[in-house]
């Protein structure tokens, strides 16, 4: 069997690579009281030296579980591999206890996770962690093990490393976390990395630089990387390789020109169509909405938050969230906001929504955003909030169909009756059904949850839809019915889109108008032909040019690295942020002057 | 429309699917059986639980051990045993219900108060509850019930004065962190109000750390009965309670252990009953757990 497979495996490869990792026929099984049910069946792959391969599919379709397999991290003791071997070189994982398993985990497999956060440990130094995680597999004095720890920091490119071995994981951005995680994973060199969604918790920009870390890395030390993710643009840069996974089963397997450009599977092709690309809303013309009146209007508004410090706890520092935004939003039109995390776009929407203390002008509907109770409740009838993880938003404790009347009881709308026949009514148009109505929201899936948290937002019939990053957490299949949905609502009720999104691909291909924002402020703002066709400002055209492509064959432009962190909006009192003036290059495309506003370029 | 046209999926009551659990059921029986056996003490014995008894005590004036006459035997005072329990389970009932009930009240409406409104409010309620933690509680007790003539009502409120400190401390915590989830920002930007907010919305997710701290007070409560009652602020003998019976004989606990060792068992069966029912409630109350089992 063992010569059979060799020989299986020798042939799959290419003649001049060294196969690192081979899993032959591997079932993974959750115990049920029904019996066994499998997870994932039948999954047989070949992994040479210094080889990418992907595993794509959405989530729950046992793509994590695998990688968890192969760590032999399974969540005992229900769930386990009932099938099939992992052999790394001559050993077959799945026969080693968790004492011999535990010499391969972070020495000869490493894995890093999707959010660096929780992978850290809080009260630990990046220093201690990571001589911690060598010495745990080689025996070496500990001036040795830091010179090793400083050396993997250098290798990961991040600034100033001797004074980041003091620092805590939660002095470090997301970015930069992420990079002590990879230098943490190989430190070791390990001969297999697992990225399990790697950049999904990242900034595009931040995901392009750590992308383009990996495949340096990979090139120097030729480690073989297996990378889990649902994104096929990044598939489509990283792989060399790639399996498609469906509830559990291999799709489809080839390398990552053939997948792309002949999908020999009905499943891979919708998934691949799912995919926002850019470049393609620009066909469809925005509808001119400029002699609409505004549904929203936002004048200089700004938004600060103290931070106390020192014996007497006063306030000495502000951070400036928001410095100074205008925009309006016409009636039946999609306003997006995009940026980075921290820019300040959904403290924006809870302004709106009279979540946050603000400074300046909020309108909605004709009506100003106040703070008396009585003007809170009519503004709060115009302008809806759809949240970006649905799950979050919706009391676990109350039923779905109480959920989505909720709105109306609180303003005192309609009799119980009528109540519910406008919930049936909404769960009609969202693509429910009314069986769904006296459900709990766990018993749904994503999508699902939010449709509801959008039925929700529907029922007081609002003039204005804030949607802050409400379709990020989706997988793209889920992604893209519901951004069809919010498509056809916006015509259906007449409601403007507030869309806040990092995710420029997103932006394009439903937005009318366009603002992106930088440290609190709008840098550039115009038609979505004119900040997508003819980006001006440098900043929205490296947002631009972050987004993966998902086409292997497109060759990208290198990515100018940051020298420094992007700034901070803390500020010491009475230090304000220069107002950076928009400027108008032409009907409408306002862009400010970045010679002086200090972004690099 | 009508409800005629409402789709039929709800599922089992809230008793249908409490009646499944053989242990929650356990529990219920005992409790029943102890308030019944509390109710019906006059009629379930054949003497008095004050009552000194003769041939309660042998020759030289020991108690006697359980068994013949005296089902569970007799004390030093040769009074039955058994009918001291069961007309003592009416104190510790009455005890751990009511000053156990109050404590919850009390805590529950500090904390949650606290938790929700933070501010200078929950400042001054979350101070006075650590100075309450600060004091000693069985020196505060002493002096309240020093205050207030000795009664089996003021003994409960002295106690519920007492305890509602701890459960005021965790649902604060709880509270806090409940009130930075989404959910609520959700529910603020629909525009509703405080009330409704903590009652629909706060509330309903406290009620297990409220059932488990309710459940878990009841042994406490009735211990702590049984202190003051032996430092002679509780309830006043002959009067009996469980808590007492136990200090009044423990001193010959060797020579005659029953008589620390019934008292004793009915404490530990009524806590682990409550407990047990409890612990089915917490489940059978949250939705995400249906299905589940």
Same mark, same amino acid.
């Given at each position: 069997m063992t010569a059979l497979a060799e020989k299986r495996s020798g042939a799959m490869a290419a003649p001049e690579q060294e196969t690192v990792l081979s899993v032959e026929g591997l079932t993974i099984s959750v115990r049920t009281e029904a019996g066994l049910r499998p997870l994932v069946s039948d999954m047989s792959f070949t992994l040479g030296r210094g080889q990418t391969l992907a595993i794509a599919g959405e989530s729950g379709s046992g793509k994590s579980? !695998?990688?968890? #397999?192969?760590? @032999? $991290?399974?969540?005992?003791?229900?769930? &386990?591999?009932? +099938? +099939?071997?992992?052999?790394?070189?001559?050993? %077959?994982? !799945?026969? $080693? =206890? %968790? *004492?011999?398993?535990?010499?391969?985990? @972070? =020495?000869?497999? #490493?894995?890093?996770?999707? *959010?660096?956060? !929780?992978?850290? =440990?809080?009260?630990? !130094?990046? +220093? &201690?962690?990571?001589? *911690?995680?060598? *010495?745990?597999?080689?025996?070496?004095?500990?001036v040795e093990a830091r010179s090793r720890a400083l050396d993997a920091l250098r290798a990961v490119r991040i600034s100033e490393p001797e004074r980041r071995l003091r620092q805590y994981p939660h002095e470090l951005s997301g970015g930069m976390r992420q990079r002590v995680m990879i230098a943490m994973a190989l430190a070791l060199r390990p001969d297999v990395l697992i990225a399990d969604e790697p950049t999904t918790a990242l900034d595009v920009t931040v995901q392009r630089e750590v992308l383009d870390l990996l495949r340096d890395l990979q090139r120097d030390l030729g480690t073989a990387i297996i990378l889990i993710t649902h994104d096929m643009g990044v598939v489509a840069e990283m792989a060399d390789h790639v399996i498609v996974m469906q509830s559990g089963r291999m799709v489809e397997q080839g390398s990552v020109e053939q997948v792309f450009a002949a999908p020999a599977e009905d499943y891979t092709r919708a998934l691949l169509a799912a995919v926002p690309r850019m470049g393609r809303g620009a066909a469809t013309p925005a509808a001119p909405r400029a002699s609409q009146p505004p549904v929203a209007r936002l004048s200089d508004v700004e938004v600060t938050f103290d931070l106390r410090s020192g014996l007497l706890g006063r306030v000495t520092h502000h951070v400036h969230a928001v410095a100074g935004v205008s925009f309006d939003i016409r009636k039946g039109e999609t306003f997006a906001l995009v940026g980075e995390s921290g820019c300040g776009k959904s403290t924006i929407a809870r302004a709106m929504a009279g979540l946050v203390p603000f400074r300046g002008g909020i309108e909605i509907g004709g009506k100003r955003v106040d703070g008396t109770r009585a003007d809170l409740l009519a503004t709060r009838r115009e302008a809806q909030l759809v949240f970006q993880d649905p799950m979050a938003a919706l009391d676990p404790r109350m039923r779905v169909g109480d959920l989505v009347a909720e709105p109306l009881v609180i303003h005192r709308i309609g009799t119980p009756e009528s109540r519910r026949a406008k919930v049936f009514d909404l769960f009609e148009r969202v693509g429910l059904t009314r069986e769904h109505v006296d459900r709990y929201p766990h018993e749904f899936s994503g999508g699902q949850r939010q449709r509801i948290c959008i039925a929700r937002a529907l029922a007081l019939d609002p003039k204005l839809i804030i949607a802050d990053e409400s379709v990020s957490a989706l997988d793209v299949s889920v992604q893209a019915r519901v951004l069809d949905l919010l498509k056809s609502l916006k015509d259906e009720f007449g409601v403007s889109y507030l869309f806040i999104s990092h995710d420029m691909a997103v932006v394009e291909n439903i937005a009318d108008r366009v603002a992106v924002m930088y440290l609190g402020q709008i840098v550039e703002m115009g038609s979505r032909a004119q900040v997508f066709g003819s980006p001006i400002h440098p900043y929205t055209r490296r947002l631009i040019d972050a987004v993966p492509v998902p086409d292997p064959r497109h060759q990208r432009k290198p990515l100018e690295r940051l020298a420094t962190e992007v700034p901070s909006p803390v500020r010491r009192v009475g230090d304000s942020p220069a107002r950076l003036p928009l400027r108008n290059v032409g009907d409408g495309h306002l862009v400010v002057d970045w010679q002086q506003d200090g972004i690099p370029t | 429309m009508t409800d005629a046209n409402f789709p039929e999926i709800r599922q089992r009551g809230t008793l249908a699917r409490l009646a499944q659990r053989k242990l929650a059921l356990l529990g219920l029986f005992l409790i029943v059986l102890t308030v019944g056996g509390a109710i019906l003490a006059p009629y379930l014995t054949k003497y008095g639980p004050e009552e000194q008894l003769f041939d309660g005590l042998t020759i030289e004036g020991a108690p006697l051990p359980p068994g013949g006459e005296f089902l569970l035997g007799t004390d030093l005072l040769g009074r039955d045993l058994l009918s001291r329990i069961l007309h003592g389970a009416r104190t510790s009932l009455i005890i751990g219900v009511v000053a156990n009930g109050l404590a919850l009240i009390i805590g529950t409406v500090v904390g949650v108060t606290a938790g929700y409104f933070r501010g200078w409010i929950g400042s001054v309620l979350m101070r006075f509850t650590d100075l309450m933690m600060a004091f000693p509680a069985l020196l505060l007790a002493i002096c309240l019930a020093a205050i207030f003539q000795p009664s089996l009502w003021i003994v409960a409120m002295v106690i519920a004065i007492v305890n509602w400190v701890q459960t005021a401390r965790v649902l604060y915590t709880e509270t806090t962190s409940l009130a930075e989830r989404e959910f609520i920002a959700a529910e603020r930007a629909l525009g509703a109000g405080h009330m409704r907010i903590l009652f629909l919305h706060i509330l309903p997710h406290l009620v297990p750390t409220i059932i488990v701290w309710g459940t878990l007070g009841i042994s406490t409560t009735v211990l702590l009965e049984a202190t003051l009652s032996y430092l002679g602020i509780g309830v006043q003998p002959p009067t009996p309670s469980w808590g007492n019976i136990i200090f009044e004989n423990q001193t010959y606990f060797q020579a005659a252990p029953w008589l620390v060792f019934f008292p004793g068992v009915a404490i530990l069966v009524l806590a682990l009953s409550f407990n047990l029912v409890g612990d089915a409630l917490r489940d059978v109350l949250d939705p995400t757990q249906r299905g589940r089992d």
């Open positions: 579980i !695998t990688s968890l #397999a192969i760590m @032999g $991290l399974l969540p005992p003791p229900a769930v &386990r591999v009932t +099938g +099939g071997r992992i052999l790394l070189g001559q050993t %077959d994982l !799945t026969a $080693l =206890n %968790d *004492e011999a398993m535990q010499d391969i985990r @972070g =020495n000869r497999i #490493a894995m890093i996770f999707q *959010e660096p956060m !929780t992978s850290l =440990n809080p009260v630990m !130094t990046i +220093g &201690r962690q990571l001589t *911690e995680a060598i *010495e745990a597999h080689e025996s070496m004095s500990a | -």
